[in-house]
């Protein structure tokens, strides 16, 4: 069964979704509408802003995003605090005590 991408977006209506944008701001929110351009409404945001000293977090009533800066959309996630780092496998030695050439 074929989804497009913003049949997938009209499911999210109404629910929470956290939204990267180009660069190092991140936004948690509820959907409220979209066009055609992707450009999003959201309610009740959290604007994550990545600094030197970590999150920096910023709370705005609503919002409209320029589609044309979104990378990212999650829904139903609560943003980058609750999102599980990603810890890549370590090499291990092989049986001769070498570790991968």
Not at 54 to 59: A, H, L, S, V
Not at 73 to 91: F, Q, R, V
């Amino acid at each position: 069964m074929e989804v497009l991408p913003l049949e997938l977006i009209d499911k999210c209506i109404g629910s929470k979704i956290w939204v990267i944008m180009r660069g190092d701001k991140e936004l948690v929110g509820y959907l409220r509408g979209f066009d055609e351009y992707v450009n999003l409404v959201l309610e009740d945001v959290v604007e994550y802003e990545q600094t030197v000293d970590g999150w920096q977090t910023t709370k705005l009533d609503k919002i409209l995003l320029n589609g044309n800066n979104v990378s990212l959309m999650i829904p139903g996630s609560d943003g980058p605090e609750s999102a599980t780092p990603y810890d890549p496998p370590k090499s291990s030695p092989d049986e001769n005590g070498a570790g991968d050439e």
